[in-house]
């Protein structure tokens, strides 16, 4: 069974970091490009980043460049997210993504997505 997991979540105060993980299990992420989303309340759910499956280019939100950076370990088959500088405006659940996608780019649609991790920043 192809599943995600991520995991970090929490509150931090405003200028904080966190770093989330998106664990894969029941397939390997080598041929997956990962993106990370994220949707705050009452409003659409975003693309914040992601990582191509062929040479980990990683491309951003212009809301996250400078601040978020996307990584992957495939030989941990996880996929993280080092989000520094963090603004209550990040407030949101983020949800990681991954699609069979063996290309420089990243997808448009993802086939297998994680649950949710909070990220609350406040004061």
């Known amino acids: 069974q192809l599943q995600l997991v991520e995991s970090g979540g929490g509150l931090v105060q405003p200028g904080e970091s966190l770093t989330l993980s998106c664990a894969a299990s029941?397939?390997?992420?080598?041929?997956?490009?990962i993106g990370w989303f994220r949707q705050a309340p009452g409003k659409e759910r975003e693309g914040v980043s992601c990582?191509?499956?062929?040479?980990?280019?990683?491309y951003y939100a212009d809301s996250v460049k400078g601040r978020f950076t996307i990584s992957r370990d495939n030989a941990k088959n996880t996929v993280y997210l080092q989000m520094n500088s963090l603004k209550p405006e990040d407030t949101a659940v983020y949800y990681c993504?991954?699609?069979?996608?063996?290309?420089?780019?990243?997808?448009?649609?993802?086939?297998?997505w994680g649950q949710g991790t909070q990220v609350t920043v406040s004061s």
């Open positions: 029941g397939f390997t992420l080598d041929y997956y490009a």
């Open positions: 993504a991954a699609t069979y996608y063996n290309s420089i780019y990243c997808p448009r649609e993802y086939n297998y």
């Open positions: 990582i191509s499956s062929s040479d980990g280019r990683t």
